[in-house]
């Protein structure tokens, strides 16, 4: 309950601030909106001429771009802001400040800002997994197993963005890691089934694109057995190990007033 309180005060805070600026909402829902209609305009280029990339219906295809809608949301509005300033606390010795907090360090780095600006993500991926999901008769059960598979998802992209970002503790620039990460990310727009064998197998154990976007969409539309089991290890074992290489880290990180 603790926590909870304390996360309740981040956001108060973060939207306290940000409201401030209340044009840049509009903003970056019209940026998020212009993002969106590229890649839908992409995308229906692959669809000319009746090809199925990967035999997947375009309305298919959509609920993947849903996903990766909403995967760009999360990293707008909690990702980005938090880790990508970890480095920054390691520059300017702020982290002994957050090691002297009388809370875990890696909630606080995770969680003190929220950007409300990435909304604009979040509410159009919604909007786009509607749509599509109208179109294909999903029910209430398979929109359920998309938010539980998506919720996953978005655990294993937030321990591997950890993990990057917890790097600066021994080098100073590590945006281009993050940046490398973000444009692996983006092979997500699409269904992993529609790439070259090569390039399937390195979207599903090398950097697990296929269980942020098509894993989501694929038990939606109920193709095969739900990967449950394979998609909780895999989300767990990246988190715990997210956790314990913090820590390590930790043991090799000179403070500012050492």
């Not at 909870?4 to 909106?33: D, I, K, P, T």
């Not at 990508?84 to 702020?94: A, D, F, L, P």
């Not at 269980?211 to 095969?224: H, K, N």
């Amino acid at each position: 309950m603790r926590y909870l309180r304390v996360l309740r005060l981040f956001l108060r805070l973060s939207l306290a601030a940000e409201m401030e600026y209340r044009v840049n909402f509009l903003l970056g829902l019209l940026s998020s909106a212009l993002t969106l209609l590229g890649s839908l305009f992409g995308l229906l280029l692959l669809y000319q001429g009746g090809y199925r990339p990967g035999g997947w219906r375009l309305e298919e295809a959509l609920l993947v771009m849903a996903a990766f809608t909403l995967l760009q949301g999360l990293a707008s509005v909690l990702l980005a802001p938090n880790l990508n300033k970890i480095v920054e606390h390691v520059q300017r010795g702020t982290l002994d400040f957050v090691l002297l907090k009388p809370i875990d360090p890696q909630f606080w780095l995770s969680l003190r800002e929220f950007s409300p600006w990435g909304l604009g993500d979040v509410l159009l991926g919604v909007g786009l997994l509607l749509w599509a999901g109208g179109r294909l008769g999903l029910g209430f059960p398979d929109y359920a197993l998309f938010a539980l598979f998506w919720f996953l998802g978005g655990l294993i992209l937030y321990s591997l963005w950890f993990m990057l970002a917890t790097t600066g503790i021994w080098f100073v620039k590590i945006y281009n890691a993050t940046e490398v990460l973000r444009g692996l990310l983006e092979a997500g727009r699409f269904p992993v089934g529609a790439y070259p064998a090569l390039y399937r197998v390195f979207f599903t154990f090398v950097v697990p694109v296929a269980f942020l976007t098509t894993v989501p969409a694929e038990v939606a539309l109920g193709r095969g057995e739900a990967p449950l089991l394979l998609a909780l290890a895999l989300a767990l074992f990246l988190f715990l190990l997210a956790r314990a290489f913090f820590r390590f880290a930790l043991r090799s990180y000179a403070s500012a007033s050492s």
